[in-house]
C-alpha cells in the first residue's frame, strides 16, 4: 500500500520561502504524477501542481510565479517550494498521487495526512 | 476561484438518499472525481471516473454525469457520512487540476 509523509517547518515568516517533501512508501514514484494540493483553515482544497517522475511540471495559474516542485526518484522523494510567502499561504498543506487515471479521468487516490504550515514573523 | 462549483451546503434526514452536485464546463469533457473529508483528517477518494469506488468503500456512495453537472449520489445517508465533500476535475482549458469549494453535508 502506497504511503506518503509530508516533512518540513511548521513556521514560515513572512517573505522567506516554504519548502516541504514528501516521502513515498511501499511504491516507486515512476510513472506517476505526484502533487501539493492545501487547505487554508476553514477552507477548501486547492491544488497547487503537479510533477511527473521524469521531472515535468504542471502549476495553478495562480501560484505558478512562486511554486517549484522537485523530485528525487533515488530518494523516492518530491518536495515543494513556495517563495514570498504572506499569511495568506498558512494552510495545511497535502501531498499526493495523482492526478492519475485513463483519458477524461482526474483523481488522487492517496494521500499524505497532511503538515500545517503558518506563515507568521 | 474555481471553475467547478459546488453548493456549500446540504442536509439529509438518516436513511434518505441526498444527491451533491459539482457544476463546470469542464465536466462536460472530464469526469468528475469526489473526496470525502471528515474534520481534522486528509481528503479521501470516494468516487472517480464513470463510477468507480475505491475497494472497501460502501456501495451506498455512486456517481453520475449530465452535461455540465456531476452528481455524487448518497442512497440511505448514514450518521458517519456527515462531512465535507469536495469535487474535482479540469479546468476549462483542461490544463489544470481545479477543486469545487466543497459540500458541508450534514445528517439529521
Known amino acids: 500500500q502506497v504511503q506518503l509523509q509530508e516533512s518540513g517547518p511548521g513556521l514560515v515568516k513572512p517573505s522567506e520561502t516554504l519548502s516541504l517533501t514528501c516521502t513515498v512508501s511501499?511504491?516507486?514514484?515512476?510513472?506517476?504524477?505526484w502533487s501539493w494540493i492545501r487547505q487554508p483553515p476553514g477552507k477548501g482544497l486547492e491544488w497547487i501542481g503537479y510533477i511527473y517522475y521524469n521531472g515535468s511540471t504542471n502549476y495553478s495559474p495562480s501560484l505558478k510565479s512562486r511554486v517549484t516542485l522537485s523530485v528525487d526518484t533515488s530518494k523516492n522523494k518530491f518536495s515543494l517550494k513556495l517563495s514570498s510567502v504572506t499569511a495568506a499561504d498558512t494552510a495545511m498543506y497535502y501531498c499526493?498521487?495523482?492526478?492519475?487515471?485513463?483519458?477524461?479521468?482526474?483523481?488522487?487516490?492517496?494521500w499524505g495526512q497532511g503538515t500545517l504550515v503558518t506563515v507568521s514573523s | 476561484s474555481s471553475e467547478v462549483t459546488q453548493d456549500p451546503a446540504v442536509s439529509v434526514a438518516l436513511g434518505q438518499t441526498v444527491r451533491i452536485t459539482c457544476q463546470g464546463d469542464?465536466?462536460?469533457?472530464?469526469?468528475a472525481s469526489w473526496y470525502q473529508q471528515k474534520p481534522g483528517q486528509a481528503p479521501v477518494l470516494v468516487i472517480y471516473?464513470?463510477?468507480n469506488r475505491p475497494s472497501g468503500f460502501p456501495d451506498r456512495f455512486s456517481g453520475s454525469s449530465s452535461g455540465n453537472t456531476a452528481s455524487l449520489t448518497i442512497t440511505g445517508a448514514q450518521a458517519e457520512d456527515e462531512a465535507d465533500y469536495y469535487c474535482n476535475s479540469r479546468d476549462s482549458s483542461g490544463n489544470h487540476v481545479v477543486f469545487g469549494g466543497g459540500t458541508k453535508l450534514t445528517v439529521l
Open positions: 511501499g511504491g516507486s514514484l515512476s510513472s506517476f504524477y
Open positions: 471516473g464513470k463510477n
Open positions: 499526493a498521487r495523482g492526478p492519475s487515471g485513463s483519458s477524461g479521468e482526474e483523481y488522487f487516490q492517496h
Open positions: 469542464s465536466l462536460r469533457s472530464y469526469y
